[in-house]
Nanobody, 117 residues
């Protein structure tokens, strides 16, 4: 089992950038799947970005070209770099991890990102 703690959320202006961090309680080398979900009030949950341990990444069309998921195994942390932020990016962002997409049972508590002028 691994505990996940997100950080880095906050208020940012449209067009700005923010980097979210997901710190794991133990090595993430053995965690095959890590992803960033987001959910705004009244909206369905969306998998914004994900990464397989081998390095392959996937992005939702809504964030492709603007968001980048990465990992630093040395510090057991996964990042979500968010650039060119839009108001519609406003959401609570959750870190998610597990053996694969369908068994990713470890969740962080979320960090709120608000994009507003």
């Amino acid at each position: 089992q691994v505990q996940l703690v997100e950080s880095g959320g906050g208020l940012v202006q449209p067009g700005g950038s923010l980097r979210l961090s997901c710190a794991a309680s133990r090595t993430i080398l053995s965690i095959n799947f890590m992803g960033w979900y987001r959910q705004a009030p009244g909206k369905e949950r969306e998998l914004a970005a994900s990464m397989i341990s081998g390095g392959s990444t996937n992005y939702a069309d809504s964030v492709k070209g603007r968001f980048t998921i990465s990992r630093d195994n040395a510090v057991n942390t996964v990042y979500l770099q968010m650039n060119s932020l839009k108001p519609e990016d406003t959401a609570v962002y959750y870190c998610n991890a597990g053996p694969n997409l369908f068994a990713a049972n470890f969740w962080g508590k979320g960090t709120l990102v608000t994009v507003s002028s």
